[in-house]
């Protein structure tokens, strides 16, 4: 069973910065890709980030150039650095991997349960 667990989220004014992150744990034997969407009141989930293995990002263009993302094999980590955070930023904000368990050759889409992230003044 791998589960994945998201952190960091809360109340932030605008033009403020967050740092999520998430971990991954159970029986893994590799994750390729990891990352974030959200999902804000009334509106369907988006994506907002991803990374692969090797390091290669991906954002969608309302978030580029403000937030970061980033993510730490070793520890089956992802992290996502939201700065400059505006009022259309609020959403509840996934975390996502794409996952090889221990003793199986396919891979699998896990999703965390969400954090809350509130930008309001």
């Known amino acids: 069973q791998v589960q994945l667990v998201e952190s960091g989220g809360g109340l932030v004014q605008p033009g403020g910065s967050l740092r999520l992150s998430c971990v991954a744990s159970?029986?893994?034997?590799?994750?390729?890709?990891m990352g974030w969407h959200r999902q804000a009141p009334g509106k369907e989930r988006e994506l907002v980030a991803t990374i692969t293995r090797g390091g290669t990002v991906n954002y969608a263009d309302s978030v580029k150039g403000r937030f970061t993302i980033s993510r730490d094999n070793a520890k089956n980590m992802v992290f996502l650095q939201m700065s400059s955070l505006k009022f259309e930023d609020t959403a509840v904000y996934y975390c996502y991997a794409n996952v090889r368990p221990s003793g199986s050759s396919r891979m699998y889409g896990y999703w965390g349960k969400g954090t809350l992230v509130t930008v309001s003044s």
């Open positions: 159970g029986s893994i034997s590799i994750i390729s890709v």
